[in-house]
Structure formats: C-alpha cells, structure tokens
C-alpha cells in the first residue's frame, strides 16, 4: 500500500487548508485511515480517524470542533478538513492506514500498517 498526501502550505492563524490522502495497492482490508502530526522537537501525536466501513470518526481534543475528517470510498482518499487554525497546528502532518490485521485502538500509530511522507502545514499568527 501506498499512501501520498497533498494540500499543506502556509496559512494565517483563523485561516483554513485542506489535506488529502490517496491510498493505492492492495487497499481493499483497510480499516481505518487517520491523520498524525510532528511538531518541531516533539512527537507524532494524533489528530484524526475514520473507519472505512461506517465512517465513524475520531478526533483529539486539540482539534475537535475545528478539523473534519471524511473518506471518499471510490477513489480510497481520505481529506482533513482544517478550519480556525492556530499556529500550534504547525506540523508534518502524516497520513496512515490501518489494514484491520489485529484489533488496534487508531489514535495510536501502533494500529497503522502503512504512513504516507508528510506534509508541511504552516501556520502564521
């Protein structure tokens, strides 16, 4: 499987930018798609999820009400919407897929098989 993200750049603080993801291979097991981010000096810590059959969705606390995840199934692509940015969601933001091989809890990055190569989101005050 791979994944390739797009959409980062550089947005003012209250501004707005949308991430993609496109999943190509053998996705046919996926069972969740999430993204992740890496602040400068810190670790990868998770933003959102959403499972593939239903479309459930999981977000963190820092970015519930403000970012929106959704999948489009046909073309296996996964979007993050990201409304009223701060300049703390500065970040490589990562995208991943979770294959559903084991039982995983996806706001960890132990439950993803498979992470795309980042995107720079920068965000201005």
């Known amino acids: 499987v791979q994944l390739q993200a797009s959409g980062g750049g550089l947005a003012q603080a209250g501004g707005s930018l949308r991430l993609s993801c496109v999943a190509s291979?053998?996705?046919?097991?996926?069972?969740?798609m999430g993204w992740f981010r890496q602040a400068p000096g810190k670790g990868r810590e998770f933003v959102s999820a959403?499972?593939?059959?239903?479309?459930?969705?999981y977000y963190s606390d820092s970015v519930r009400d403000r970012f929106t995840i959704s999948r489009d199934n046909a073309e296996h692509t996964v979007y993050l919407q990201m409304n009223s940015l701060k300049p703390e969601d500065t970040a490589v933001y990562y995208c991943?897929?979770?294959?559903?091989?084991?039982?995983?809890?996806?706001?960890?990055?132990?439950?993803?098989?498979?992470w795309g190569q980042g995107t720079q989101v920068t965000v201005s005050s």
């Open positions: 991943a897929v979770s294959m559903g091989y084991r039982i995983v809890v996806v706001s960890q990055e132990s439950g993803y098989d498979y």
């Open positions: 959403i499972l593939w059959s239903d479309g459930s969705t």
């Open positions: 291979g053998r996705t046919f097991n996926t069972y969740a």
